[in-house]
């Protein structure tokens, strides 16, 4: 066990770490770190006995969370506190061991709240940092509340809309990714859909923000952190894109219109009164699903694009695959498929009426056994 104490280690900027990995879409400032989506993370291998890391937490309603998994192996989730703090990653370990460290951001970017942010600003060890080794394949995940993992951890019986139930880990995109050793990436958000969210608002929808750092977020800090920043497609390029949208579109033509406060405008998905979709209402999501596709090849040239759709019902799957099939006559894109993922049943609910960790692992095992064949 190591003698040094806490106020003895030596203090070092995380911009100033030679051997540090980021997970997530950041900006190019390291100085701090800014983590923005769910499964965002920062890692590290270290040969020492203990290890802290100085973290910044802000917000007003809905704070922080993050989830420290060592070894391959979570240890320890914890909500953060407002303002800057230390934390103690681990101490007493064997200091010849060298230890992997992923601190990950287990909620999702919060754009109810335009002051939540997640940073990190240094870390101190009695021991070396060496390189992360770098994962053959990368996977980016797209989707709404399901891929934020909304509901993923608690008790079925949690009704409460707060960050405690939110889960990075419980999480189908995480469970692929460690049963395919890769790496990956998070843009999500619950509520949204392809063309609009589940309350028919058309600002609520992720192709419109695909393409900045995190431009879902609002408010003056959020612009300061870079998050309406244009992305940097060409810092990763993901061999996998699996979009698992859908849901609260259907959620759309289930629910009253929205009207925009600022223009008085009605939106509406609407539904014939025998309940079926209204032709003309499907056909603006199936050109939606469309236009996605074109945006999502446009900016990631060499990826195999996966539409994972299901855990929640998949009443829109016929549309979905009349859209992937415009697109296919329109680009002759070969590399562009469908997987319908198991339903969630009432065994495999978790809380708010979301898949459970039961539900996340049977999609998670379906999409890694289809990668492993696609790829």
């Known amino acids: 066990m190591s003698n040094s104490t806490n106020e003895e280690l030596e203090v070092i900027a995380i911009s100033d770490v030679q051997h540090v990995k980021i997970h997530g879409r950041t900006t190019a400032g390291r100085s701090p770190v800014t983590l923005f989506w769910t499964g965002s ?43 800057r703090a230390w934390i ?52 980016e995940f797209i989707g709404d509340s399901i891929t934020s993992g909304e509901g993923a951890i608690g008790a079925k019986t949690e009704e409460d809309w707060i960050p405690m139930w939110f889960s990075a880990l419980h999480n189908y995109t995480f469970m692929t990714a ?36 995190c431009g879902l977020l609002k408010g003056e800090r959020n612009e300061h952190l870079g998050a309406l920043e244009p992305h940097d497609f060409n810092s990763w390029q993901p061999d996998v894109i699996v979009v698992n949208l859908g849901s609260n579109d259907d959620g759309a033509f289930q629910s009253p219109a929205w009207t925009d406060p600022l223009t008085g405008q009605v939106y509406k998905q609407r539904l014939n ?44 799957l016929p549309a979905i695959y009349r859209a992937v099939d415009a697109y296919h006559k329109q680009t002759r894109d ?23 960790d039961q539900s996340h692992r049977r999609a998670a095992d379906v999409l890694t056994e289809y990668i492993g064949r696609i790829l």
């Open 178 to 213: 460690e049963a395919l050793g890769a790496e990956y990436r998070v843009i999500s958000q619950s509520g949204w859909g392809v063309l609009s969210s589940w309350d028919n608002n058309p600002n609520g929808n992720i192709p419109e923000y695909y393409e900045q750092v």
């Open 41 to 83: 993370a920062v890692e590290f291998n270290i040969r020492g006995a203990e290890f802290w890391v100085e973290i910044e937490s802000s917000y007003d309603l809905l704070e922080p969370w993050i989830s420290i998994v060592i070894n391959g192996v979570p240890v320890s989730r914890q909500m953060l506190i407002r303002g």
């Open 88 to 139: 103690c990653v681990f101490r007493g370990m064997n200091p010849n061991m060298v230890k992997n460290v992923r601190i990950i951001k287990d909620v999702q970017a919060m754009s109810g709240d335009p002051n939540n942010s997640l940073q990190f600003h240094a870390v101190k060890a009695d021991g070396t940092f060496l390189p992360v080794r770098e994962k053959p394949l990368k996977i």
């Open 334 to 356: 070969p590399a562009v498929s469908i997987l319908q993922l198991p339903n969630t049943t009432e065994e495999t609910m978790g809380a708010r009426t979301h898949p459970g």
């Open 273 to 316: 009164e025998d309940g079926t979709y209204h032709e003309a209402d499907l056909a603006k999501f199936e050109k939606a699903v469309e236009q996605f596709l074109i945006k999502l090849r446009k900016n990631n040239p060499q990826a195999h694009i996966i539409w994972a759709y299901g855990m929640l019902g998949a009443s829109l």
